[in-house]
């Protein structure tokens, strides 16, 4: 057996989390943001892996990008290594996405945009990581259930492990009531076996107060239930005939048309870009974002450099108020220009896409990944300035897309919703 350190001092409401190990079968981490939950679902996996030698287990994530910016570097920070030079693990196969752990245990990796991906494997454990952001978590999470009945290979290493133990848990800022995900843990008919351990982001002892103080200054109601405190809790209805199930997917764009990027500049409120991919049928796709505060010019400049070579080249449209950043842009050689459209006809164009194009499909699509446009567009009220720093790069980008295609009829047929007011 390897000499490994593995870094790791669980704060107070983790401890429950992790001495339940063997007793409940399905464990929610339900936490707010930055509350140590994806650390703690790290830590899990290694302990089930140490202790079960020959185990097999399987890590899933909304999508395969989760794997580089989440998981692995959790991995890595529990063990003071990178993930291929760690005597944890003998083996990273980047091909089929597997680790092999130096007693024989084996960790599987799958992205869960298609529910299926879980199926044909016997599992011993599971972890999923931002379960609320799976498109079709119910079918998802039962796929996993129907896996989890023993793979036959793992050993305990101690007395105190049961034999042929399962377990899955799963770790994630939580959703609205009535989800899938809440409905298994702690709706009116919660499984029997499932339980809930919940933690807000001022339990976390490690995170900076300044952090702890911007997420709560910045979030509040439903969003302050959730993203602050852990609690499952409605959000308002937007302006936008958004819905998450329709018009969040895990997707391959088809064949590309055009790629096109959209720049709100902000300070105090956040910079968001977004970059969009468009088909030969005029749908968009919004394939990534960048989303943070007191961004400094060179870093947004290069997040749109990064962006270029990721998606290829595309016209950056950008909020045309800040003609300087814009002449910095191009001066950096990127195709920058300012958004001309009036607002109320981007918000019109942004809104019919959202509609049935008579073809049973949408003109516009999002992924997964964009968890700060996803939160706006459910947030919008178009007679408002706020929750508008992504959806009005959206907003740039689709009414720029419109300028470089030669289209410039705006759509009909669509008005925003209006706010729901209390008789008197």
């Given at each position: 057996?390897?000499?490994?350190?593995?870094?790791?001092?669980?704060?107070?409401?983790?401890?429950?989390?992790?001495?339940?190990?063997?007793?409940?079968?399905?464990?929610?981490?339900?936490?707010?943001?930055?509350?140590?939950?994806?650390?703690?679902?790290?830590?899990?996996?290694?302990?089930?892996?140490?202790?079960?030698?020959?185990?097999?287990?399987?890590?899933?994530?909304?999508?395969?990008?989760?794997?580089?910016?989440?998981?692995?570097?959790?991995?890595?920070?529990?063990?003071?290594?990178?993930?291929?030079?760690?005597?944890?693990?003998?083996?990273?196969?980047?091909?089929?996405?597997?680790?092999?752990?130096?007693?024989?245990?084996?960790?599987?990796?799958?992205?869960?945009?298609?529910?299926?991906?879980?199926?044909?494997?016997?599992?011993?454990?599971?972890?999923?990581?931002?379960?609320?952001?799976?498109?079709?978590?119910?079918?998802?999470?039962?796929?996993?259930?129907?896996?989890?009945?023993?793979?036959?290979?793992?050993?305990?290493?101690?007395?105190?492990?049961?034999?042929?133990?399962?377990?899955?848990?799963?770790?994630?800022?939580?959703?609205?009531?009535?989800?899938?995900?809440?409905?298994?843990?702690?709706?009116?008919?919660?499984?029997?076996?499932?339980?809930?351990?919940?933690?807000?982001?001022?339990?976390?002892?490690?995170?900076?107060?300044?952090?702890?103080?911007?997420?709560?200054?910045?979030?509040?109601?439903?969003?302050?239930?959730?993203?602050?405190?852990?609690?499952?809790?409605?959000?308002?209805?937007?302006?936008?005939?958004?819905?998450?199930?329709?018009?969040?997917?895990?997707?391959?764009?088809?064949?590309?048309?055009?790629?096109?990027?959209?720049?709100?500049?902000?300070?105090?409120?956040?910079?968001?870009?977004?970059?969009?991919?468009?088909?030969?049928d005029n749908r968009a796709?919004?394939?990534?974002?960048?989303?943070?505060?007191?961004?400094?010019?060179?870093?947004?400049?290069?997040?749109?450099?990064?962006?270029?070579?990721?998606?290829?080249?595309?016209?950056?449209?950008?909020?045309?108020?800040?003609?300087?950043?814009?002449?910095?842009?191009?001066?950096?050689?990127?195709?920058?220009?300012?958004?001309?459209?009036?607002?109320?006809?981007?918000?019109?164009?942004?809104?019919?896409?959202?509609?049935?194009?008579?073809?049973?499909?949408?003109?516009?699509?999002?992924?997964?990944?964009?968890?700060?446009?996803?939160?706006?567009?459910?947030?919008?009220?178009?007679?408002?300035?706020?929750?508008?720093?992504?959806?009005?790069?959206?907003?740039?980008?689709?009414?720029?897309?419109?300028?470089?295609?030669?289209?410039?009829?705006?759509?009909?047929?669509?008005?925003?919703?209006?706010?729901?007011?209390k008789r008197r």
């Open positions: 057996m390897p000499e490994v350190f593995i870094n790791y001092y669980p704060h107070p409401k983790q401890l429950p989390f992790h001495e339940d190990r063997y007793e409940v079968k399905y464990r929610g981490l339900i936490a707010g943001t930055g509350a140590g939950k994806s650390k703690a679902g790290a830590k899990e996996a290694l302990d089930w892996a140490w202790e079960n030698p020959g185990s097999i287990g399987l890590i899933a994530a909304p999508a395969f990008r989760k794997f580089r910016e989440i998981v692995v570097p959790a991995f890595e920070g529990l063990l003071n290594s990178k993930i291929d030079a760690t005597p944890f693990f003998t083996n990273f196969n980047r091909m089929e996405m597997s680790l092999d752990v130096f007693n024989g245990s084996k960790i599987w990796m799958v992205g869960l945009d298609k529910p299926e991906a879980s199926e044909g494997m016997n599992l011993d454990w599971a972890w999923v990581d931002e379960a609320r952001l799976i498109p079709k978590f119910g079918d998802a999470w039962d796929s996993i259930r129907r896996r989890l009945r023993g793979s036959g290979l793992g050993k305990p290493l101690d007395e105190y492990v049961p034999e042929n133990a399962v377990g899955a848990w799963i770790t994630t800022t939580p959703d609205a009531p009535g989800s899938a995900l809440h409905d298994f843990f702690e709706g009116r008919d919660k499984d029997p076996e499932a339980k809930v351990y919940r933690m807000s982001i001022m339990d976390n002892p490690h995170l900076p107060q300044d952090f702890i103080e911007g997420i709560k200054r910045t979030h509040t109601g439903g969003l302050y239930d959730r993203f602050v405190l852990g609690i499952f809790a409605a959000v308002g209805s937007g302006s936008f005939e958004f819905d998450y199930s329709i018009h969040v997917q895990g997707f391959k764009p088809p064949e590309l048309r055009n790629i096109v990027f959209g720049v709100d500049f902000g300070w105090t409120n956040p910079s968001a870009i977004v970059a969009i991919a468009l088909d030969g796709y919004v394939v990534d974002e960048f989303y943070q505060n007191r961004v400094s010019e060179q870093t947004l400049i290069n997040e749109c450099r990064r962006l270029k070579e990721k998606w290829g080249d595309g016209v950056f449209w950008c909020d045309s108020s800040e003609p300087r950043t814009i002449s910095a842009l191009n001066i950096q050689g990127l195709d920058a220009r300012g958004n001309d459209s009036k607002r109320d006809d981007g918000i019109r164009e942004v809104g019919g896409r959202f509609l049935d194009a008579g073809d049973g499909k949408r003109r516009l699509y999002i992924s997964p990944e964009c968890v700060n446009l996803i939160e706006e567009l459910q947030l919008y009220k178009a007679e408002k300035k706020e929750h508008d720093h992504a959806v009005d790069a959206l907003r740039y980008a689709v009414m720029g897309a419109k300028t470089v295609s030669g289209e410039i009829e705006v759509l009909s047929g669509w008005r925003p919703r209006a706010s729901k007011r």
